[in-house]
């Protein structure tokens, strides 16, 4: 019985850590994203987790940041290459193109 409690007992605070390591950054505007393309490799692999900083101001960003954006049903994450104006000219670091739009 006790290998039976010892055993709910891991089994429970491994679901909460992992909880608290994926979730608890949403708290402070922080927002997970998985890495579905591999159009950031080598810095951002394919199913990697990917957090968003929900609250950073678009005036605070820079060439050579990474940063994410809706693009039709996707959210995309890019580096900034350049700015256009108002606009971000952006580009995955494994892609030869800068995205178009």
Do not use: Q, W
Request: hydrophobic share 45%; net charge neutral; proline share 4%.
């Amino acid at each position: 019985m006790k290998t039976i409690e010892k055993t709910v007992s891991v089994f429970t605070t491994v679901i909460i850590a992992c909880a608290v390591i994926i979730f608890g950054p949403m708290l402070f505007g922080f927002r997970p994203y998985v890495v579905l393309s591999g159009s950031m490799d080598p810095v951002i692999r394919t199913g990697s987790l990917a957090y968003v900083n929900t609250r950073m101001e678009p005036d605070s960003l820079r060439a050579g940041d990474v940063a994410a954006f809706r693009l039709g049903d996707a959210t995309v994450s890019h580096r900034i290459v350049r700015t256009a104006g108002d606009a971000f000219v952006t580009k995955g670091d494994a892609n030869s193109c800068e995205d178009s739009g």
